[in-house]
């Protein structure tokens, strides 16, 4: 009997056809269910969804709907709460439901054909069950409190552990106990990196067994992301551990939601639908019923505040495990030193004593390149990017300037190219200056055996090649480097046990910077850098690190040398709740990409002018447009607006009804528009 289907198919990210296309079926079709079906001249793979509601519905007659292609039988349907998250995900984001659902999927699976499937299917069937795992030690004081309190109460649960405190075995502990009760049930581990992935997995894997966990991440080959999300979706694999993506696995039986290093800016998509990771993984625990566990040793002051109003449990676990007290911090006050000073001599000495004790220093710098910018000096040329407003990066090491934003790349000239003047010369320094330099400043530190210092630097460019970064660690792991210069890059998760000595060379732009959240991320990397000192330096007592800056008297620092977050976020919280500042409001962007500043501007004051009477209108604050910081990127124009509100039902019904508005606005010269929800970077 024919009958009709409503289908969720992948639309443009900015077309007006939100819901479900219907199509006639001869066949009953379950929602969740994969099919491939017609969409103008191309056929597509869709999920069947629920009727939506009638006055929604493109009410055609059935027989001119049309027929839909091949249904992908034998894969089951996808699951209601999986379907009501991305529903969720795409009302919240505001995007279409079709762009959200398929994105959600892996994307060989949206290129197969019923025959292709089978074959997948065929084979998934015959992978190797889980084999039992083994490795288990004892546990702390506070991982048993944590464990306890996550057994007994609800949650969700933070735990605010120290690095070192071992969330990790509190984690592989809840996975455990979850495994123990309901012998089908599934975890979902989310981490922010995909260097992090590894390490976790290895841990994972002796614990439950190699085919018990399912890796998603980005820097997986397709037929892989395929094996994984499969796996997860037959109910094979138990855990699924993967970055920010993996929140949409399908896990028809998740019981438990794990979000490591949960500050971590990662978890948030910066194109399409541009969510939170983290956000929506809280949202379906509390969906599906499954416990959540956050984790930070430097929680974002959302979820710190979420503590303070009972709606998270906060977990405290202070204590290291055989790592003895976090680093002793040291100020290095920039004011009292030579101008032009690098290091502080006291400074370079520590790194020098280091070095001929055999221990390693790890020196970290947040830019990378030579040197930020090349500039003449008979005239004002500076080495702008002729596409962006922005300088390109002095590569020495292949005498290229570079352009972080859009890559444009050129050999340094001869001369320069306004006035001739062969005497151009980098100003500032990013990583490859600093490792030289250093280089030069350790050229007569020895090490016990009377060899020189052996310097390695760890950043985007050094570890381009695949397995370079791996290779690197393993140098240091080995304890063939002495000074580890880097980007925060190495501050992340690495736990380098040679390590007595961390030091931030020039931290203080962020106390400048126009985002209200540049302290809250300079706080986090700095108690995440101290972190990694590592165990030989407890054991000997004498782990620095130093700081130098030109704001000794900052409360960040102050609250810095007694490793406190607590005291940090209470006056963050208090500076926020004074300017009705996030976690205290609800901000959402409206960006847009032009040909010109002024369509771009243009664009977003029409937006504006649209907005004026839709429901949540006096809730909502809609600022002026302004450029972006980076206003033109790859000759492309870029504008913001900001909307903010004290309410986010408000603020939701707002932006919902502005949709349309947005959607209708037509003009010449724009490229994009986006709605950025819960922004990270305003
Ligand atoms: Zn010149
Ligand atoms: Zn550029």
Not at 137 to 152: G, K
Not at 153 to 172: D, M
Not at 375 to 388: F, I
Request: charged letters at 20%; aromatic letters at 6%.
């Amino acid at each position: 009997m024919t009958q009709e289907v409503h289908v969720v198919v992948p639309t443009p990210a900015h077309s007006s056809l939100a819901g479900a296309l219907s199509y006639r079926s001869e066949l009953p079709l379950t929602p969740g269910a994969l099919v491939r079906v017609p969409l103008g001249k191309r056929e597509v793979c869709g999920v069947v969804w629920e009727a939506p509601p009638a006055d929604a519905a493109q009410s055609l007659a059935a027989d001119q709907l049309k027929s839909i292609g091949e249904p992908l039988l034998g894969l089951p349907p996808l699951s209601a709460a999986w379907r009501e998250l991305v529903a969720f995900a795409a009302g919240y984001y505001q995007r279409s439901l079709g762009e959200v659902a398929l994105a959600a999927l892996p994307p060989q699976l949206r290129a197969l054909d019923a025959t292709q499937l089978a074959r997948r299917l065929k084979r998934a069937a015959a992978a190797p069950q889980p084999a039992a795992g083994v490795a288990r030690p004892e546990l702390t004081p506070d991982q048993a409190a944590a464990l306890d309190a996550i057994a007994s109460e609800a949650g969700p649960f933070l735990v605010f552990g120290a690095t070192g405190s071992g969330k990790t075995e509190v984690y592989l502990r809840a996975v455990e106990a979850l495994l123990q009760r309901d012998p089908q049930a599934q975890a979902m581990v989310l981490v922010p990196e995909i260097n992090l992935t590894p390490q976790l997995q290895a841990r994972f894997e002796d614990r439950f067994g190699a085919g018990a966990v399912a890796p998603l991440h980005s820097g997986m080959t397709n037929p892989q992301r395929l094996r994984s999300w499969m796996a997860a979706h037959l109910g094979q694999a138990r855990i699924v551990l993967g970055t920010r993506m993996a929140v949409f696995a399908s896990l028809p039986r998740l019981g438990l939601v794990v979000v490591d290093e949960e500050h971590d800016p990662s978890y948030k998509q910066q194109e399409g639908a541009r969510y939170s990771a983290r956000d929506l993984a809280v949202y379906r625990g509390r969906l599906e019923g499954a416990k959540v566990i956050l984790g930070s040793a430097t929680p974002s002051l959302e979820s710190w505040q979420a503590c303070d109003r009972g709606r998270y449990r906060c977990l405290e676990m202070p204590t290291r495990i055989g790592a003895g007290d976090l680093p002793r911090v040291r100020l290095v006050n920039m004011q009292n030193q030579p101008k032009g000073t690098l290091f502080a001599p006291p400074l370079l000495a520590a790194i020098g004593e280091r070095v001929a004790r055999g221990e390693q220093s790890l020196v970290f710098l947040n830019r990378r390149g030579y040197a930020p910018v090349l500039a003449c000096g008979a005239c004002d040329w500076r080495s702008e990017c002729s596409h962006c407003s922005a300088y390109r990066v002095f590569h020495k090491i292949d005498r290229t300037l570079r352009c972080h934003h859009c890559g444009f790349t050129e050999r340094v000239p001869r001369a320069c190219p306004q006035c001739g003047n062969v005497d151009i010369a980098p100003l500032g320094r990013g990583t490859e200056r600093l490792e030289e330099q250093l280089a030069e400043l350790l050229a007569d530190a020895r090490r016990p055996d009377g060899t020189p210092a052996r310097l390695v630097r760890i950043d985007a460019d050094s570890t381009r090649a695949k397995g370079a970064l791996e290779e690197q660690l393993a140098q240091v792991h080995a304890g063939e480097v002495d000074v580890l210069v880097g980007t925060q890059m190495v501050t992340k998760g690495h736990d380098f046990r040679g390590i007595t000595l961390v030091a931030a060379v020039n931290p203080d732009s962020a106390l400048y910077s126009s985002d209200f959240r540049a302290p809250e991320r300079l706080f986090s990397l700095l108690m995440q850098a101290a972190g990694r000192a590592g165990r030989d330096a407890a054991q000997s007592g004498r782990s620095e690190m130093w700081v130098q800056t030109w704001n000794p008297e900052h409360p960040l620092f102050a609250a810095l040398k007694k490793h406190d977050f607590p005291a940090f976020a209470q006056q963050q919280l208090k500076e926020r709740q004074q300017a009705a500042m996030p976690p205290f409001a609800f901000q959402a962007l409206l960006r847009a990409e032009a040909r010109t500043q002024e369509i771009a501007q243009e664009f977003l004051r029409q937006a504006a002018q649209g907005a004026q009477g839709l429901p949540g209108d006096g809730h909502v604050v809609v600022y002026s447009p302004v450029p972006m910081t980076v206003q033109r990127v790859a000759n492309v124009e870029r504008a913001q607006l900001l909307l903010e509100s004290g309410s986010r039902p408000a603020l939701q019904a707002f932006l919902a009804a502005w949709q349309p508005v947005l959607h209708g606005l037509r003009m010449r010269g724009l490229i994009r528009w986006a709605v950025d929800v819960d922004p990270l970077a305003i």
